[in-house]
């Protein structure tokens, strides 16, 4: 049964990705949705918009009381590859207490070959 509620719900978030409010309604789901899976199934659709909302969401999912959604988010910020983005990993590789958080933001800026990650 939680199977198919969870199938049904990755359903739903890629539908809303599409629709003309997505950004606001995948951020809906971010805050709202307790299925840790689906709340990264929402980061991946955000990751496929380089828009500066869709930045400014996954900037807060990096907050997510789960740590997979919080790596994720992280992931899916160094997909854009972008100074916005750069920025954000650069201050996770900073600030963040946690380790994994900060390997992940240095692994993923050094992926990126580029001045501005460096």
Do not use: C
């Not at 400014?56 to 740590?67: E, G, N």
């Not at 590859?81 to 390997?103: F, V, Y």
Request: no cysteine; aromatic share 4%; proline share 2%.
């Amino acid at each position: 049964m939680a199977e198919a509620y969870r199938r049904a719900r990755v359903r739903a978030v890629r539908e809303l990705a599409q629709s003309d409010d997505g950004i606001q309604e995948l951020a809906r789901v971010l805050q709202t949705e307790p299925d840790t899976f689906v709340r990264a199934d929402a980061i991946a659709e955000l990751s496929k918009d380089w828009s500066k909302s869709a930045i400014d969401v996954l900037s807060s999912a990096l907050s997510d009381d789960a740590v997979s959604v919080r790596l994720n988010a992280t992931r899916a910020l160094g997909r854009i590859k972008s100074e916005a983005t750069n920025q954000i990993l650069g201050d996770i590789l900073l600030e963040s207490p946690d380790q994994r958080m900060r390997w992940l933001a240095a692994r993923v800026l050094v992926e990126q070959h580029s001045d501005t990650a460096r």
